[in-house]
């Protein structure tokens, strides 16, 4: 469990500059403090509750239900991934780790099992990490208000995204697992020029798994032609 807090450590500065712009975020839509602190412990999912912040007040809740519901269908494929690494687990230890599963400590357990060195615990531990780091600093954006500058003015935007290629080089292997990273990159990059909405990460998952698929029968078959 320490391995997990530790390894989440580096990706916590990222964690609490958009935990601050959450909670002032919160605050202005007409959220108490407690509120907005109620909202990342019951929801937990960044991406989705700044778009329910900025459906609040355009749109009823059937809407922000669904739109969040899109956003964060991804989770699908994450828990697909890692879920022969989690064969065996008691069902409760599983529901354990997925309610609190972000995107960054999917990447972190999902390395960690891959290099032989993950544990449920080393799960564990990472997602309590982002878990009370993202409430606190929620809480904390929401005390303070609009002191809080807006984190890309000092570049903090771009913690997530380069830490998502470092681990990324983790899973590259050989040649099929590179030419799926790259299709998979150029496919969510497209569907976002073309697409509306947050539908083309699915939609690049999907067919970015379909093409590793294809890629590693025609590998197989032509070793065993």
Same mark, same amino acid.
């Given at each position: 469990m320490r391995r997990g807090v530790l390894a989440a450590a580096p990706l916590l500065p990222g964690v609490i500059a958009f935990g601050l712009l959450y909670g002032v975020m919160a605050r202005q839509v007409g959220f108490s403090p407690w509120e907005a602190l109620a909202m990342s412990l019951i929801v937990h999912a960044g991406s989705a509750q700044f778009v329910a912040l900025g459906l609040w007040d355009a749109a009823g809740p059937v809407a922000i239900i669904m739109t969040t519901l899109v956003i964060n269908l991804r989770h699908l494929l994450m828990g697909a991934s890692i879920a022969p690494h989690l064969r065996g687990l008691p069902t409760a230890w599983k529901a354990l780790l997925a309610l609190?599963?972000?995107?960054?400590?999917?990447? #972190?357990? #999902?390395a960690a099992y891959e290099q032989g060195r993950g544990s449920r615990w080393f799960f564990l531990g990472a997602n309590l990490s982002f878990y009370v780091t993202w409430a606190l600093s929620g809480l904390l954006g929401a005390l303070l208000g609009a002191a809080i500058p807006d984190p890309s003015r000092y570049g903090l935007d771009l913690i997530f995204p380069l830490a998502f290629l470092g681990l990324l080089v983790v899973f590259l292997q050989n040649r099929i697992d590179v030419t799926v990273a790259l299709a998979s990159g150029g496919l969510a990059l497209l569907g976002a020029l073309l697409l509306p909405g947050s539908w083309y990460v699915i939609l690049a998952g999907l067919l970015g798994a379909g093409l590793g698929l294809l890629l590693e029968e025609g590998e197989r078959m032509w070793r065993h032609s």
């Open positions: 609190w599963m972000s995107d960054e400590t999917y990447a #972190l357990a #999902l």
